[in-house]
């Protein structure tokens, strides 16, 4: 399909066959490009779905926990009891604890509805990237972009009781929500530039509409606001449309402050708390290695996370020799967060954190600018070359689709074989199976991380509790076990990634009296009873 580019209008129908008959065959041929998009975005939504499928990470504790917590509470969330006398920023994010609160009123509290919270976040993610990049350079940079995301491992290597990378795939967390709604009001702004009239206006309203409600789900995306007029600009939308995609915008920060009176008493509640969130980091942090947080956090993690580094670069180029304005577009869209991003994590004072720039998922509302700047890049540098040269070369028929598939298919051999192993949740499931057999075990204890997962397998799917019994958590920073940790049996793993092990590396010694009770067939998960004298 040929796309119109910011620089040249398209050359429709109109021009050879006149008005009256070419009016007809521009919608025509519209409908169907309609139609082939929507088909497309369902396809790449079902894939983001298969592949949380495949990973099926279990529910995941501290920030997603709080987050379903608030959702379960929500309005009367108790500020001032734990955990929300420590962490109230999570909970201000209304885009992601509305909708939560929601599903777990029609699908119950339980994993089902949790699962289903995180597949409508990797959706939004998977398929933004895919309508963006589509808009500005094609149907098939779009799709090859969302299907690089799909399996990369910073999307795949998200698991703690296996090789944890980050948090993303299968994990109620803000970040891929917000970047995927930020990605689609993106897609209808450049649509928009290809619209007049009402057209045109609905599609600025949606955009606005789509960029404000990124706003409730990820805070800091507000930063990439302040680019909106250089956005139009780029796309030669009028100036006077910033006030069409700004009236939507200025719609859901009023609905926001309303909320956060009514529920909080203060309507800049979430604002505050985003503010105030942050401090001295745990990890070790200096000016220096604020600066290069886009660097570590695409290259210390993984390998792979090189390819967004090279994304940058060609765009960098691209731009330099075409001087397209979609290639401009994305790297405004790329510096505007990543600025603020860099500045705050450090660069202005090391020992005051507010955002933690060299962990990958804060730089989520990027990539699919990345990306669509590194195929756009290639597109446009493709299309310079002589057509004899390339006809002679046969780099359409034979040179440039060989390489492609090469490089796709090492690419892919590469993130498939990155994952060491699929542990999913089959272990979690065992345990629920246990527990429901075994209802004269009254008390388990466990680190607070394991005990946050654990309250999701103590009842079905549904959140229909199928064992009745206490859970005992207790801080697993703490230097030895704590006296109320040796009452009952005693959940235990190894944890993998990046997570400390409990109390310093305590592990049960069958030596001293620890017996084990039960264990999952993959040795994930471990339940040991405590030494005699130790419960007396």
């Given at each position: 399909?040929?796309?119109?580019?910011?620089?040249?209008?398209?050359?429709?129908?109109?021009?050879?066959?006149?008005?009256?008959?070419?009016?007809?065959?521009?919608?025509?041929?519209?409908?169907?490009?309609?139609?082939?998009?929507?088909?497309?975005?369902?396809?790449?939504?079902?894939?983001?779905?298969?592949?949380?499928?495949?990973?099926?990470?279990?529910?995941?504790?501290?920030?997603?926990?709080?987050?379903?917590?608030?959702?379960?509470?929500?309005?009367?969330?108790?500020?001032?009891?734990?955990?929300?006398?420590?962490?109230?920023?999570?909970?201000?994010?209304?885009?992601?604890?509305?909708?939560?609160?929601?599903?777990?009123?029609?699908?119950?509290?339980g994993q089902a509805a949790y699962?289903?919270?995180?597949?409508?976040?990797?959706?939004?993610?998977?398929?933004?990237?895919?309508?963006?990049?589509?808009?500005?350079?094609?149907?098939?940079?779009?799709?090859?972009?969302?299907?690089?995301?799909?399996?990369?491992?910073?999307?795949?290597?998200?698991?703690?009781?296996?090789?944890?990378?980050?948090?993303?795939?299968?994990?109620?967390?803000?970040?891929?929500?917000?970047?995927?709604?930020?990605?689609?009001?993106?897609?209808?702004?450049?649509?928009?530039?290809?619209?007049?009239?009402?057209?045109?206006?609905?599609?600025?309203?949606?955009?606005?509409?789509?960029?404000?409600?990124?706003?409730?789900?990820?805070?800091?995306?507000?930063?990439?606001?302040?680019?909106?007029?250089?956005?139009?600009?780029?796309?030669?939308?009028?100036?006077?449309?910033?006030?069409?995609?700004?009236?939507?915008?200025?719609?859901?920060?009023?609905?926001?402050?309303?909320?956060?009176?009514?529920?909080?008493?203060?309507?800049?509640?979430?604002?505050?708390?985003?503010?105030?969130?942050?401090?001295?980091?745990?990890?070790?942090?200096?000016?220096?290695?604020?600066?290069?947080?886009?660097?570590?956090?695409?290259?210390?993690?993984?390998?792979?996370?090189?390819?967004?580094?090279?994304?940058?670069?060609?765009?960098?180029?691209?731009?330099?020799?075409?001087?397209?304005?979609?290639?401009?577009?994305?790297?405004?869209?790329?510096?505007?967060?990543?600025?603020?991003?860099?500045?705050?994590?450090?660069?202005?004072?090391?020992?005051?954190?507010?955002?933690?720039?060299?962990?990958?998922?804060?730089?989520?509302?990027?990539?699919?600018?990345?990306?669509?700047?590194?195929?756009?890049?290639?597109?446009?540098?493709?299309?310079?070359?002589?057509?004899?040269?390339?006809?002679?070369?046969?780099?359409?028929?034979?040179?440039?689709?060989?390489?492609?598939?090469?490089?796709?298919?090492?690419?892919?051999?590469?993130?498939?074989?990155?994952?060491?192993?699929?542990?999913?949740?089959?272990?979690?499931?065992?345990?629920?199976?246990?527990?429901?057999?075994?209802?004269?075990?009254?008390?388990?204890?466990?680190?607070?991380?394991?005990?946050?997962?654990?309250?999701?397998?103590?009842?079905?799917?549904?959140?229909?509790?199928?064992?009745?019994?206490?859970?005992?958590?207790?801080?697993?920073y703490v230097p030895q076990l704590?006296?109320?940790?040796?009452?009952?049996?005693?959940?235990?793993?190894?944890?993998?990634?990046?997570?400390?092990?409990?109390?310093?590396?305590?592990?049960?010694?069958?030596?001293?009296?620890?017996?084990?009770?039960?264990?999952?067939?993959?040795?994930?998960?471990?339940?040991?009873?405590?030494?005699?004298?130790?419960?007396?």
């Amino acid at each position: 399909m040929p796309q119109t580019t910011a620089d040249q209008p398209a050359v429709t129908q109109e021009t050879t066959t006149g008005r009256a008959d070419g009016a007809p065959r521009r919608l025509i041929a519209r409908i169907r490009r309609s139609r082939r998009v929507w088909w497309l975005a369902l396809l790449v939504g079902v894939c983001a779905v298969t592949a949380q499928w495949v990973l099926m990470t279990p529910p995941l504790y501290f920030d997603p926990y709080y987050v379903w917590l608030a959702a379960r509470d929500w309005p009367d969330i108790p500020l001032g009891v734990f955990p929300f006398d420590e962490v109230p920023h999570q909970v201000t994010r209304i885009g992601l604890v509305l909708p939560a609160r929601l599903v777990q009123d029609v699908l119950g509290p339980g994993q089902a509805a949790y699962f289903v919270i995180a597949a409508l976040g990797g959706i939004a993610f998977f398929v933004g990237t895919y309508l963006v990049v589509r808009a500005l350079f094609g149907d098939v940079a779009g799709l090859l972009s969302a299907g690089i995301l799909l399996v990369h491992p910073f999307f795949t290597m998200t698991n703690p009781f296996g090789h944890e990378i980050t948090w993303s795939t299968g994990v109620m967390l803000p970040d891929m929500p917000g970047a995927g709604l930020f990605a689609i009001g993106m897609a209808a702004l450049v649509v928009a530039s290809r619209r007049e009239g009402r057209v045109q206006t609905k599609f600025l309203l949606a955009a606005g509409l789509l960029l404000g409600c990124s706003f409730l789900v990820r805070e800091f995306l507000a930063f990439l606001f302040l680019a909106i007029p250089a956005y139009l600009a780029l796309l030669r939308i009028p100036w006077r449309r910033n006030v069409t995609v700004g009236a939507p915008m200025a719609l859901v920060l009023a609905f926001n402050f309303v909320h956060n009176q009514i529920v909080w008493g203060n309507p800049l509640a979430g604002l505050i708390s985003a503010a105030e969130h942050g401090g001295e980091s745990r990890d070790y942090v200096t000016r220096g290695l604020a600066a290069r947080s886009f660097l570590r956090a695409m290259h210390d993690w993984n390998p792979l996370g090189t390819i967004f580094v090279a994304a940058l670069v060609l765009t960098i180029v691209g731009f330099a020799v075409t001087r397209d304005r979609r290639l401009a577009l994305v790297l405004v869209w790329f510096f505007t967060l990543a600025v603020p991003l860099t500045i705050f994590s450090g660069v202005l004072d090391p020992h005051s954190i507010s955002l933690r720039a060299w962990l990958q998922r804060y730089w989520f509302g990027v990539l699919p600018a990345l990306l669509a700047g590194g195929f756009g890049s290639l597109i446009l540098m493709f299309r310079m070359i002589p057509d004899g040269l390339v006809a002679r070369l046969r780099l359409r028929t034979i040179a440039v689709p060989a390489v492609a598939v090469v490089l796709g298919g090492a690419y892919v051999w590469a993130a498939v074989t990155a994952v060491p192993e699929l542990p999913r949740d089959k272990a979690w499931n065992q345990l629920r199976i246990y527990l429901g057999k075994h209802q004269d075990t009254k008390l388990i204890c466990a680190d607070r991380r394991l005990a946050q997962t654990l309250t999701f397998y103590t009842r079905d799917m549904w959140g229909k509790p199928i064992w009745h019994g206490e859970i005992r958590d207790f801080p697993h920073y703490v230097p030895q076990l704590p006296l109320d940790a040796l009452k009952g049996p005693m959940l235990y793993t190894h944890w993998r990634g990046q997570e400390s092990q409990i109390a310093g590396g305590w592990r049960p010694d069958p030596a001293k009296g620890w017996r084990l009770m039960w264990r999952s067939s993959d040795g994930v998960l471990q339940l040991w009873n405590p030494p005699p004298g130790a419960t007396g």
